[in-house]
């Protein structure tokens, strides 16, 4: 904390000199370069003061003094085409420059409405793209001490489709559940599922079993669990799984539509006015 508010103390101190003497004074030096108060004009954004800000100052002023370093050593020990490294910092700066006109251009043009049947129409043919790597579950479950009362007429309740018991078996598992989850309709890939409960102890072969409940004993505790509905894997993704990476993909395809026609409106208006020309 001393050598912050020392930091501190030294950036003001160089601020001030430059006030009083009309010439900047360097808040720090690296071999033959050096870093002046001016330089760390946006350094801290607007609204940040105190510690953060002066945390923000030394880090840049650190980072700094590392790469230029590190830049006088490499300049020194390679032998560097400055030509060759010229023409690719060109490069770099104009396709940054085209980059950023075409997200302008997607930002005011693309259409990012998606319908229900947009997305239902691409599921349906491209069947061949949402195989499932691995299984996926619906599936209740509910995680108790060991030695939670009335366990069975809790299975009991859990199998039950009838409304009030599902309303007691809630109330139950308010008090005595570590936690559960009775009228989750979602399907989860296993992996997921197995960051709630020991799903990895039940056999892949057993998934099939909807219905069943499967207890397992894991660290004293007692896990019960319900399978709804179960799909393997290399069979089909339902709809509600990849809904979201359907809407995905149709932007994506729209934007690279979108920038495939500007890019063709350019050339082509280029060419009819002969402003592109190739010489023999």
């Not at 994506?252 to 010489?279: G, S, W």
Request: hydrophobic share 40%.
């Amino acid at each position: 904390m001393i050598r912050v508010y020392i930091l501190a103390i030294a950036v003001l101190t160089s601020l001030f000199m430059s006030c009083q003497q009309g010439k900047p004074t360097p808040v720090a030096r690296s071999f033959d370069q050096y870093l002046y108060p001016d330089d760390l004009q946006g350094v801290v954004p607007p609204g940040v003061s105190g510690d953060d800000s002066i945390q923000l100052v030394r880090a840049y002023i650190e980072q700094w003094t590392r790469q230029q370093a590190l830049l006088y050593h490499a300049q020194r020990n390679v032998n560097i085409n400055t030509e060759h490294l010229a023409k690719q910092v060109e490069e770099y700066k104009n396709g940054l420059i085209v980059y950023e006109y075409e997200q302008a251009l997607v930002s005011r043009k693309l259409d990012t409405v998606v319908t229900d049947d947009e997305i239902k129409a691409y599921y349906d043919s491209r069947e061949e793209l949402f195989l499932l790597k691995q299984p996926i579950l619906k599936a209740s479950f509910i995680r108790l001490k060991q030695d939670a009362p009335e366990i069975e007429r809790v299975k009991r309740l859990f199998r039950s489709t009838n409304f009030e018991e599902q309303d007691l078996l809630e109330r139950y598992c308010a008090v005595y559940a570590l936690h559960y989850a009775l009228r989750d309709t979602a399907w989860y890939y296993a992996d997921e599922l197995a960051r709630k409960f020991p799903i990895t102890k039940i056999n892949e072969d057993h998934y099939s079993q909807t219905g069943r409940i499967f207890e397992i004993i894991e660290n004293n505790e007692l896990y019960l669990i319900i399978l709804h509905d179960s799909k393997f894997r290399d069979t089909r993704s339902p709809l509600s799984l990849v809904h979201s990476n359907i809407r995905n993909l149709i932007l994506n395809k729209r934007k690279i539509d979108l920038i495939d026609q500007m890019q063709k409106r350019i050339l082509d208006d280029a060419h009819k006015k002969n402003n592109i020309e190739i010489y023999n």
